[in-house]
């Protein structure tokens, strides 16, 4: 799977890194980073797609970071009516227009 150096999210310009080191993603809010780990690809599109709603919700203001002192993955909620949720997917699908999920 080809996967472009950048992508749009909600109108806002995100890198897009890969990594053969790992498996699994990451979004990086303050940087507009997603990173893809593309050692087993088979995994690549899930992974992108997990990445891609996680930004796109956070963008929008709709993942919110528990206070905790230091935030790891199971401290984010998501929280969205379904009007919300539809914009979301709508962001969702303008973001990974053009993409290639083979």
Do not use: W
Not at 60 to 81: C, G, I, P, Q, W
Request: charged fraction near 30%.
């Amino acid at each position: 799977m080809k996967l472009p150096k950048s992508i749009m999210i909600c109108g806002v310009p995100h890198k897009l890194k890969q990594t053969d080191k790992h498996n699994g993603g990451s979004y990086d809010e303050a940087t507009k980073t997603i990173e893809i780990g593309t050692k087993f690809p088979e995994d690549v599109p899930e992974v992108l797609l997990h990445e891609v709603i996680e930004a796109c919700a956070a963008v929008r203001d709709l993942r919110y970071a528990l206070e905790k002192a230091e935030v790891t993955n199971d401290h984010y909620r998501f929280v969205m009516s379904h009007k919300d949720f539809e914009q979301l997917m709508k962001d969702v699908a303008a973001a990974l227009k053009g993409i290639a999920f083979k």
